[in-house]
């Protein structure tokens, strides 16, 4: 564009068509953060991997993709966010093919480490990009169309890869990117208009690297850290040690130097100040109840897993729902509203889910299912709307980039903690429970009892201990699930500290009708 200022209604055709192109990036890479999950055990095998090395492959790509995120907004102002936006696009869409044609380990590794490296800018640059071709009155409209994205790749990647794998190979994990990123490279070079380019922006590389090497550790002891022990591993200590010192340097830096790596006018910003908050607190739940309601459909319950990935689709139809309805309710809504009203209804749906057995039947797991996917709806587009209501053009591919790093971060935090917990809680229930698994129980001497599990038998004794091994996890994941749930009403009167919403949309409203092009 010619300026900072100028402005254009943008045509309904072009902007409909980069819509499209920004969902399918997103899509892509929201999908590729689950995807490939399901799939490890069979790339174990064809790859000639260990269970430490096979692990990298997940590991690989969200340490890129969360290191690579923290320099999106300076890439975008310096070089073009169109011309970012397209080779970013196209490297993603190579590496994934590259992924499907890997041929060993470490191929799989380096070909994982340049999809996270060129996918990090894919969710930010499609959501800046969405802010920028909708009117100010149509933001919210907007951030539905885009959430509907972030949301539902991670909820739809586990099933989708298990029907892949199970009805083709693990391969098409990979090649199923390929169309999507055809269509997007080739519509963002026909449709989209470039943004103004700063080439007088200098590059903060001692920021960067501190910055980096602090993600970068943090996500490799929380990844890792299950694997090893945790604060029993010599290595874990010491990757929290680099990431609490790399840290530091960072914020001394940033506050010392005259062009720090991020720009702290973002956090002068009260809504996005209190956007970055919330954003953090969804990071957490969402992944953390993800994480948690395959291996309960699995390891308790006993489906399989293409049916276990059907039931956890059903929280995405919830979030579609609630995305289609939610950007019109704030036009009638305060945002603080929606956004208290979806995460008690969240709240609710994780006490119900405290009350699960391994007899759980699927009716109740796909409605308490839909409930939740429904409050995360109603917290999300809300959630996006207000971080940029009152936030200046030219921080908004800063603001974006800032938020996708947290959501990142938090996600991998929130995974890390209801993992840990939920496998030192199946310990410590199943060391309470054994102990009354003996010949003096009475309950076990009850002649309707003794003739199923007679502890004088192999069988009887290995049936007890199956018993035992189900319940204590049932009441461990009761444990986790309430644990999150505790989180979330904690954090729910961070909500009042969002302003009036509905006042700032009317008063944008009032103002110049067309989207605005840096």
Known sequence: ????????????????????????????????????????????????????????????????????????????????????????????????????LAQDINQMVLFRLLQGVFGAALVPLSQSVMLDYYTLQERAKAMSIWGMGVMMGPIMGPSLGAWLTETYSWHWVFFVNLPFGVITVLGLIIFMDETRKDI?????????????????????????????????????????????????????????????????????????????MFMIVMGLVLFSTMALASPYMQNVIGYPIITAGLLLASRGF???????????????????????????????????????????????????????????????????????????????TDGTAMLTLMRNVA??????????????????????LSEYINPFNHALQMPSVSGMINLSTDAGRAMADRMVSVQAQIIAFAHDYMLVMIFILCTIPLALLIGSTKATLRKQAAGPEHAVME
């Open 318 to 396: 919830g979030t579609f729902f609630a995305m289609m309805l939610v950007g019109r309710m704030m036009r009638y809504f305060e945002a603080r509203t929606l956004i208290i009203s979806g995460l008690t209804l969240t709240a609710g749906s994780l006490y119900q889910m405290t009350g699960w057995t391994d007899l759980t039947q699927v009716p109740e797991i796909v409605t308490v299912s839909v409930i939740q996917g429904f409050g995360f709806g109603l917290v999300f587009v809300p959630l996006s709307t207000v971080a940029f209501l009152t936030l200046s053009n030219e921080l908004r």
């Open 200 to 276: 007088s922006l200098k590059f903060d590389w001692f920021g960067f690297a501190a910055l980096a090497i602090a993600i970068g550790s943090l996500q490799l002891a929380l990844d890792r850290g299950e694997q090893l022990g945790w604060l029993e591993s010599n290595e874990i200590i010491a990757e929290f040690i680099v990431s609490a010192v790399a840290f530091y340097f960072f914020v001394a830096h940033s506050f010392t130097t005259s062009t720090p790596f991020i720009r702290f006018a973002l956090f002068k910003d009260r809504n996005f100040v209190t956007g970055c």
């Open 411 to 432: 996600s991998s935090v929130g995974i890390s903690v209801v993992i840990a917990e939920l496998t030192q809680g199946t310990r410590r229930t199943y060391a309470i």
């Open 1 to 100: 564009m010619s300026g900072p200022n100028a402005s254009l209604m943008v045509p309904g055709l072009r902007r409909n068509m980069v819509t499209i192109c920004a969902m399918t990036a997103t899509i892509m890479q929201a999908l590729d953060t689950t995807i490939a999950n399901v799939a490890l055990p069979y790339m174990q095998g064809t790859l000639s991997a260990s269970q430490d090395q096979i692990n990298w492959v997940l590991t690989s790509y969200i340490v890129a993709a969360a290191i690579m995120t923290a320099p999106v907004g300076w890439i975008a102002n310096r070089f073009g966010r169109k011309r970012i936006f397209i080779i970013c696009s196209a490297g993603f869409t190579m590496a994934s093919v590259l992924c499907g």
